[in-house]
Structure formats: C-alpha cells, structure tokens
C-alpha cells in the first residue's frame, strides 16, 4: 500500500530527526529506532501550562503546582516526600527508645547519660553493641535475652531496609545492594557523596559529621570523598545511633523517593523537548508533541527549584550567600573551637539555622494554652461551608463511624496522617515540653483538617450517587440504580480522597513545608514571615478557590460542579460572615485577614528604629515598649503569662482569655505636652496647645 501525502510527510520528518550514523571501530554503525509508548500518559500532550507570577511568593506550593498545570508530575514525588518524612520520623523515634532500653539493660549511670547528650558520643553500651551489630550476622551466645532482643531488632531493621531498597533499584534499573558490610558502604559512599554536594538536609544528630570526621586537607574530591565515607564506617562500628539514622535516612530515601525522581526526569526529558527521550517516542506521539506548546521555561524552572528546595532540602540561593558569612570566613573557625567540646560543629546553615530556632521559639511564645486563641480556631470550620454548604458542614460532626468509606479514607489521607497546625514544625519533630504546652491548639487544628475531609466528603458522595449529576463526572461509568447504596468503585474513592485532601487543604491549610507559600523556602526570611501564612493562605487559596468554583463551576483541578456547589460560596459570606462578626472575630473574615501587624521580629527591629529615630522622650518610651513587648514573643508561654496575669491583677476581665474584644475605631491620644519652665519663672504658651494634650509634662 502507497503512503498517502500526509503519511510521507511525517515520514520524512521522522527521518529528519534521526542521529547520524556513527563511525565506530571503523564500522559504520547505524542509528537505532526505538519505539516505546511508556513516557505517555493519559492527555500527556494536551496539557496546558501557566507561567509563574509574583503571587507563587504568597501562594502555597502544592497549591500553585496545580495552578501552573505541573502537579500530574510532581505529585508523585510530594506523596514520595510525605511517606518519607513520616516513616523517617517515626522509625527515628522506635530506633531511639531501643537504644535507651538497651542503656536500661545495661544500667547504664545517669552521669554516663548525660554526659553522651552533652558530647554527643555514645554511651559504652551503645558502642559495644554497635560492634557486635557490625560484626557478626547472629546474635552471640554471650548476650542476656534483652540484649538478645536488641540486636535482632537492629539486624531486623537492616534486613527490612536492604530487602526493600532492592526492590526499588531494580525496577529504577539499577544493581542490587549486597548484604550488610556492602550495604554499609553503599549508604556511607552515598551519604559522603550528598555531603559535599549540599544536595541533602542532614537529621540532627548527622549534622556535624562533615565536619567532625574530615579535618585534613584532601584536595582531590574524589579522595576527600572516600576519606569521608571510610571516617562514617569508622563511626558506625561505634556509634548506634549514628549508624541506624544514617541507614534509615538514606535507605527509605531511595525507597520512597528512588520511582518519583526517574519518573519525573523522563517526563520534563519528553516536555522540554529533551533529545534522547524525545527520539523514543512513536511517530505519533511526536506528531501530537509537535503541535502543542512546550513547557515555558520559567515554569520548568519553578518545578526544578521546588523539587530541589522542597523535596530535597537544598538551600536557595539566598539562604546560602547569607550562610556563606560564617562558612566561607573566620568565624567558622572561631564557633567550631567553642562547640567541639561538646562533639558539635558549626555545619553547613548556622545563620538559617539560628532563624528557624528562633521562629520555633516565637511559635511557642505566641501559641499554646492561650484559651481564645483556640477557640477562635475551632471556628476556622466556617470556611468548609465556602466549598460545601451548610447540610455537609453540619454532617461533619457525626463521627466518621457512621460510614465505613469515610473512616476508611480518613485512615488511609497522607494529607491527615502528616497534617500540623504549626509552620513547618509537625508533631513528631517536636520535644516533651512542645508537645505538652502546644498541644491542644495542635489538636483543635487536626481536628479541623478531618472536618474539612468529612465536608468534603457528605458533599461529594451526594455528586456520585444522585443520578441527577451523573452528567458532572463524579461516578464511575459502571454505576447504576442496581449499585449496592454503600458501595464505591475505586475510581469513586480515589475522586472522593483526591477532593476531601484538597478541599480540606484549601478550608484548613496545610502547613508541612510544601504546603507553605514560596517566601517561606527561604528561611533567612524566617524572622519576617513566621506566623504571616494564615493571611497568605485565606486569599492566595482559600477565597481563590471559593471563587473560581462559584464563578468557573468547577474545582482548581477542574472537577466540575453543578449550581447547586457554586453558590455554596455565598453561604459562606452571609452564614460564615454573621457567625464570625457576632462573636468579634472580623479579624478571620474577609479584609478583615489583611495583616496588621508584623512578625515579632520585625517588630523589635522596628522599635529599635523607631528609638534612634525618636525626638522625644515620650517616642523613645514607646519605642522601648515595642521591643519590650515584641521580643518576649520569644520566650515560650510568654503570651499565655501576660494574659493570665492581667486577669489575675485586675487588668482585664475572665472573659477577655477566652473571647477577643470586638474591634472598634481607635482614636489616636497625642502625646502629652511638655512645658518647660525657664528660669525666670514664667510660663509662656498658647492655649489651644492645652487643649489638645490631655496630660502635662514639666520639665524644670
């Protein structure tokens, strides 16, 4: 059969694309052909992507990612990245209580303890078994049956890890780890590679290894690689802690993250046009790739930076020129001669570091057992009638028992599994005393966020049984009238999950680092923007996503919804606005969001300027009071204290710790009117000056 014109077109096209043959051993090789449809997912040409605008800085990521058309491929990477920090984490906090039973069994002294927390070194329990791990496969004859237990866990541990990392690598084609001492290596090579590459955040207790093992002066990289990997075997013959963080780190790393990353190359390989992955695509798929506009470059480059910054934990450029300040001069030198008593280093973030303490403290100083503060939280549930309506925000409050499907997703929600009601500070990261002085605002938070999923949830489930929507594309094709009442499709569930994350993320935020908005990757602004994201997320995501689904009928991932949703938005503003104004929260509606006030931070350094600035001693002692009253914002509890002792004083009334005042129009008092008195003893000035000072100040 003859080609038509067009077939010989694209023919001729695909032959233009070919490499040249190569001259290889004196033997003309010619170019391979491959053909291979794995890069191509569902309408992968027919996507649409936006450019990034000044508002990505005040918009969440994981949100504005949906926004630029980019989340089909990094969603699986954030999903990487949560499982990740949750097994991590959680793991990391098993290995250390088995650690401190094993200083039970071993009775190991008090002194011996804390003396291994102040050195950071192990306790001789710790080292020994950290050698027999090392060493042998089965636990020896010698050990009591608790130490027994031990070691099995750790070589269980190690076992789990290999086994699982395996798997990965051989479905991201690569070759398998051998067991134990080679698996050591692998993530010592691995680590000590990522070290000097600043491509990874290390845990706390792996921070000052590259700069504790390494002290000579190796000038060849690939040598001062090895030394530094041969120093971490070195330490984990010693160390158990340090060996059984390195291993979990690295290892559910690979395991979580491995998949994500090389599915994510090979689709911005084939959208940006990429060579080698362009030239595997089937004739047709190149056709089709052809007549679509590529990704823009400033959105290919958004991507880039949050998978590296977000995911990754890499620095921005910003934070590490201001690091770079004690790094790159002597001051390093300096700090590292007063930590390394205690088996510390200055690392590789000293300056950001130092900010991120500090906003951890601010947090704590601000929140806490602050009584309005957390009902005025509870009462964020307003917004889920914005998305959802009156009949579904009421249904939340039944327990999630009523429905095994809802309990079921509510069970399986990464989104609520990792869900804080703090900035980038989860649970988990948190110390006794943290947790025990935020914990109930950390619990009304979580319990907002499973609201908001079962608001989504009664609202949606309604789109896919009612035949009456079936037009909007909530139900599976095969659902009918003969369809059991409680039964869901898996295509139903995975759309009931994907709209009870997303739209309790736009109701109740989300405030693990991707779900910040952009200024908040750069932590040398920490002391500027911590607690500044409740405003940024109300009209960056919330009010955005209310609009767009009452003015577009449909969702930001472009679910669509029929009238009797889009309205839900006006509901919102009549129910939500009566119910907010009448109890003084104007402040969590609408303009009244706008922010008012800076950080603590910003406001210190404010009222120092305002004091150098100042041309009175009345302005200078207001300026002082400034400072005063913003730098206690640093001391954890600080804001719960002063209320309750203005209560306990007579200062305020019992009420006003549990509701705010209503606002109302200030009026502003001039400052009181100095007269000075001369020598002689008479007074000169103008009446009219009197009358507008309600106080006077002699000055002799």
Not at 205 to 234: A, H, T
Not at 473 to 501: C, H, I, N, V
Request: glycine share 6%; charged share 25%.
């Amino acid at each position: 059969k003859k080609m038509t014109e067009e077939e010989a077109g694209i023919f001729i096209d695909q032959l233009d694309r070919l490499p040249e043959p190569k001259l290889k051993q004196g033997k003309l090789i010619p170019p391979k052909v491959p053909i291979t449809t794995k890069l191509a997912l569902k309408d992968f040409f027919k996507r649409k992507y936006k450019e990034p605008t000044p508002m990505r800085y005040l918009t969440p990521q994981t949100y504005y990612a949906e926004m630029l058309g980019v989340k089909p491929l990094v969603e699986p990477y954030e999903i990487g990245k949560q499982k990740f920090d949750l097994e991590f984490r959680e793991s990391s906090k098993t290995a250390d209580q088995i650690v401190n039973k094993l200083n039970k069994i071993a009775k190991t002294p008090a002194s011996e303890k804390l003396k291994s927390k102040i050195k950071n070194i192990p306790t001789k329990a710790e080292n020994n078994m950290a050698e027999l791990v090392n060493k042998y496969e089965e636990p020896p004859a010698n050990l009591s049956q608790g130490e027994r237990d031990v070691f099995n866990w750790f070589r269980s541990l190690s076992r789990d890890l290999i086994n699982r990392e395996n798997q990965v690598r051989e479905s991201v084609d690569l070759p398998p780890i051998k067991y134990r001492k080679a698996y050591f290596r692998h993530t010592a090579d691995g680590m000590a590679k990522e070290m000097l590459e600043g491509k990874y955040p290390f845990p706390q207790g792996l921070k000052y290894w590259s700069e504790k093992m390494v002290g000579k002066k190796i000038f060849n990289p690939m040598e001062f690689q090895r030394k530094l990997s041969d120093d971490l075997v070195s330490l984990w013959s010693k160390d158990l802690r340090a060996v059984t963080r390195s291993m979990l780190w690295y290892g559910l790393k690979e395991i979580h993250l491995a998949q994500p990353a090389k599915f994510l190359s090979e689709q911005l390989g084939a959208i940006s046009k990429d060579l080698p992955t362009y030239k595997n695509l089937t004739p047709a798929e190149k056709r089709a790739y052809d007549e679509t506009t590529i990704m823009p470059a400033s959105t290919k480059k958004w991507l880039i930076d949050y998978v590296n910054q977000i995911m990754k934990g890499q620095e921005t450029e910003l934070d590490a020129s201001l690091n770079r300040i004690v790094t790159q001069t002597g001051l390093k030198g300096l700090f590292n001669k007063v930590l390394s008593p205690f088996g510390r280093a200055v690392g590789r973030k000293p300056i950001t570091k130092t900010f991120q303490i500090g906003g951890r403290l601010t947090i704590s100083g601000v929140m806490g057992w602050v009584p309005r503060q957390i009902i005025r939280n509870i009462f964020q549930q307003t917004q889920n009638l914005a998305l959802y309506g009156v009949k579904a925000t009421v249904k939340t409050f039944l327990p999630a028992s009523v429905d095994k499907n809802l309990k079921g997703l509510l069970s399986d929600s990464l989104f609520l599994k990792s869900y804080t009601g703090f900035e980038e500070l989860p649970t988990n990261l948190m110390g006794k005393l943290e947790k025990v002085w935020l914990g109930p605002y950390g619990i009304v938070a979580k319990w907002n966020a499973a609201q908001g999923m079962k608001a989504a949830y009664w609202n949606t489930l309604e789109l896919i049984k009612n035949p009456k929507f079936k037009k909007y594309g909530w139900a599976d094709p095969s659902r009918t009238k003969d369809t059991p009442r409680d039964y869901l499709y898996p295509s139903e569930k995975e759309k009931l999950l994907k709209e009870m994350e997303y739209g309790s993320g736009a109701t109740q935020y989300q405030y693990i680092p991707m779900g910040m908005p952009e200024v908040f990757r750069h932590k040398a602004l920490v002391p500027l923007t911590r607690l500044q994201s409740w405003w940024m997320n109300y009209f960056t995501k919330f009010s955005r996503e209310a609009s767009y689904r009452f003015f577009k009928g449909e969702t930001g991932y472009g679910a669509k919804l029929p009238w009797s949703r889009r309205i839900n938005c006006l509901k919102y503003l009549i129910i939500g606005g009566a119910i907010l104004t009448a109890l003084g929260y104007r402040r969590s509606f609408l303009l009244g969001v706008a922010p008012t006030y800076l950080s603590p931070a910003a406001q210190v350094a404010l009222g120092f300027y305002n004091y150098v600035t100042a041309k009175s001693d009345w302005q200078r002692q207001r300026a002082l009071k400034q400072v005063y009253y913003s730098w206690t914002a640093f001391i954890p509890g600080s804001l719960a204290w002063r209320d309750f002792m203005a209560v306990w004083n007579g200062e305020k009334d019992l009420k006003d710790l549990f509701f705010y005042k209503k606002i109302t129009e200030k009026k502003k008092i001039p400052p009181p009117l100095e007269i000075k008195i001369p020598k002689s003893g008479k007074l000169k000035f103008i009446e009219t000056e009197i009358k507008k000072s309600k106080k006077l100040k002699f000055t002799f």
